[in-house]
């Protein structure tokens, strides 16, 4: 699997980032997938839950740092089936953000490239700060690992993990 | 149940640990018959592998009886006794599908790191780090085996551990490297270094048509 930043992350205002993954899934099953929103929390560890809030709206919880937690109403601002689905929250939120999701045939038959944007525009203050709220203590490894966890959901049927196994304590 | 931990740098401790539990529909758990170590364990031990935690059980070398499985688990039952390789595979990603199994893009779960240091990944390894997944390894009483659909393999036959725990990882491993060099019959191979992994090499080497092999090691406590 490959994933790559994109470049021109802009740390002095809006923050955006780019991830990459080749799915061996259809564009129109990787479509079906992320339209539920709702199944979100299985594969982006950082979400607690993305509940629907009427037409093309939708409800967001995340993990703020410590045990906090933040939430944000977004809107639904693209839909093309087996093409695209984009997201903007709504005026009000903490911390301001955007996202989309592309699906385009991956060469000789590989699946489908899934491209995910997500930015976010932190309202003064730390950036770092509103990241974690927002994607966590890592942005880039978040999206990585969610990008990666939504692939093995899609590819196996699980995420994989380790949660709960055995160890030593001393 | 007792474990081998890892704790840091030349530290490892036999602990009383949780037994595993089945944490996935497809997971299986078997009481360990034969567990090794193998040299990379070594590199463990000296601390040369990043992102060990304190508590990590180690072990990529072990086979055993099924004693529980998951309820998507098909072929395997309480009772079979399972060789498992060192390296767990999906079965299911673009590697798996053509048998590259220890590239396999889904097991490790916590590639991120992996990533970034060498390109890409690994598949997720038992008891080898955070790097390669972060999975409890196998020198242990029991064992999680996660996609035990794929990876292990059932013994039918009545040999003893002795000859099959070496499959788990050695074998393959000297087998391997006998297998790159596209040996022809008639071939004289020279292999250099004598220690296990360069003994299972001269052996492929003649499996595979070598008409004489050359073996060459200094002098250590490993010939």
């Known amino acids: ?170 | 149940m007792k474990a081998l931990c890892w704790y840091g740098t030349r530290d490892v401790r036999v602990e009383e640990v949780p037994e595993p539990k089945i944490l996935a529909s497809d997971d299986i758990i078997i009481k360990t018959s034969t567990t090794a170590i193998c040299g990379s364990d070594l590199h463990l031990y000296h601390g040369t592998v990043p992102m060990m935690e304190k508590g990590d059980i180690l072990g990529h070398e072990f086979m055993g009886t099924v004693v529980e499985k998951g309820p998507d688990v098909k072929d395997l039952q309480a009772g079979d006794r399972v060789i498992i390789p060192f390296a767990i595979s999906c079965g299911r990603c673009f590697f798996c599908k053509r048998e590259y199994y220890s590239c396999c893009d889904n097991t490790n779960h916590k590639s991120y790191y992996s990533k970034k240091m060498n390109g890409d990944a690994t598949a997720g390894i038992f008891g080898y780090s955070h790097l390669m997944g972060g999975y409890a390894g196998g020198q242990a009483e029991y064992v999680r085996v996660p996609f035990a659909n794929v990876g292990p393999a059932k013994v039918t036959s009545g040999l003893d551990d002795d000859d099959l725990a070496m499959l788990t990882d050695a074998f393959p491993t000297g087998y391997m490297a006998a297998e790159n060099c596209n040996i022809q019959p008639g071939d004289t191979v020279a292999v250099w270094g004598c220690g296990p992994i360069g003994q299972f090499a001269i052996r492929s080497a003649y499996l595979l048509g070598a008409h004489e092999v050359i073996a060459i090691a200094i002098p250590s406590p490993a010939v």
């Open chain 1, 1 to 170: 699997m490959n994933t790559q930043s994109a470049p021109g992350t802009d740390n002095t205002s809006d923050v955006q980032l780019k991830k990459c993954v080749t799915i061996d899934r259809t564009a129109e099953e990787l479509y079906e997938k992320w339209k539920d929103f709702s199944s979100f929390p299985l594969f982006m560890e950082h979400l607690v839950s993305v509940r629907p809030a009427g037409l093309n709206r939708t409800h967001w919880i995340a993990k703020g740092p410590g045990n906090t937690k933040v939430e944000w109403d977004a809107a639904t601002t693209a839909d093309t089936p087996g093409k695209v689905i984009a997201w903007k929250s709504l005026p009000g939120a903490d911390v301001p953000n955007e996202g989309s999701v592309h699906f385009d045939p991956a060469p000789v038959h590989r699946g489908t490239r899934v491209t995910v944007t997500l930015s976010y525009a932190p309202p003064g203050g730390s950036v770092a700060r509103w990241a974690a709220m927002i994607f966590g203590e890592e942005p880039d490894k978040q999206i990585s690992d969610d990008l990666s966890r939504f692939k093995a959901l899609m590819e196996t049927g699980v995420v994989p993990t380790t949660d709960g196994q055995s160890k030593g304590n001393n």
